[in-house]
């Protein structure tokens, strides 16, 4: 039975089910995906056909956390099949929360990190990165994003 410890609220809402065998295949299945695809082409992927279904209000900010803390926990557990990095994470973190209609994007960004060139991508929820160790803005430039289309339906925006 699954437990309800990661829900905020008592309320579990079918648009928020997360089930753990599709977020760990498309976990898996992102470094294939990843050879095949052109990174412009990437947010079709990535994004669901369609937001909330109508009437449905979107995630609020407990809901969107405890998804990404899930989808973390799925992510760790899925190891070693499923690869670690923040594109991995990025690109899971995003396509699910989407799919919960949380108003998320994906930034990509490049910066040096002692001296090194580092990039690194992240999930932003409410103009703020979610779940980060530490606020990668100041360390990244960030040069392309993914965001939900105007319409909804996935199309580019």
Not at 66 to 92: H, K, N, Q, S
Not at 96 to 108: N, T
Request: net charge positive; with cysteine.
């Amino acid at each position: 039975m699954r437990s309800s410890s990661s829900w905020p609220t008592a309320r579990k809402p079918a648009q928020y089910a997360l089930p753990r065998a599709r977020v760990l295949l498309f976990a898996a299945l992102l470094p294939l995906v990843l050879r095949c695809r052109k990174l412009p082409s990437l947010r079709a992927w990535v994004e669901p056909p369609a937001g909330n279904p109508p009437g449905e209000a979107p995630p609020g900010p407990e809901e969107v956390a405890a998804l990404a803390r899930r989808i973390d926990e799925l992510l760790i557990a899925g190891r070693p099949v499923v690869r670690t990095g923040c594109m991995i994470r990025g690109l899971t973190l995003y396509h699910f929360l989407r799919r919960a209609g949380a108003d998320v994007s994906l930034r990509f960004g490049v910066g040096r990190i002692r001296g090194e060139f580092a990039a690194h991508c992240w999930v932003v929820y409410r103009d703020e990165p979610l779940d980060e160790l530490v606020d990668p803005r100041p360390l990244f430039t960030e040069t392309w994003r993914i965001e939900p289309s105007p319409c909804g339906d996935g199309s580019p925006s």
